[in-house]
């Protein structure tokens, strides 16, 4: 009974998430010279459905959970804005974009690494 409980709460949760756009990759050209450009790349998993069309900008988001100060017990989770990016290719399931900005911390919560990771979650806008 145990297995079927657990089995089913997997499934839910692999439905609640199916739906949502995140970050799974991040590339970056090596230039070879001082005037070749930087281009780094976030791939995205969740494009499906025309959910995000080339040139959209969209805003990216981490889930941080929150703990008291000796770090033993969960207060909760905020989803904090980490900046936003620009779609530039769309495949399928898959769409790759481009750094706009970051949003600076001075009125958004402090994070521990305040840029774009592989985790981080995409909205619409």
Excluded: C
Excluded at 44 to 73: C, F, P
Excluded at 84 to 102: F, H, P
């Amino acid at each position: 009974m145990k297995w079927i409980l657990v089995l089913a709460l997997l499934g839910i949760h692999s439905l609640a998430s199916a739906d949502e756009i995140s970050i799974f990759e991040v590339r970056r050209n090596i230039p070879l010279s001082d005037t070749d450009p930087v281009y780094k790349d976030f791939y995205l998993k969740g494009a499906e459905g025309g959910k995000l069309k080339k040139n959209q900008v969209i805003t990216v988001t981490r889930k941080v959970t929150m703990r008291d100060s000796t770090g033993s017990q969960v207060m909760g989770e905020i989803q904090a804005p980490v900046g936003q990016l620009k779609v530039i290719a769309v495949y399928g399931k898959i769409a790759v974009a481009r750094e706009v900005k970051l949003f600076s911390r001075e009125e958004l919560p402090m994070l521990d690494n305040p840029w774009f990771m592989i985790g981080d979650s995409a909205e619409t806008n």
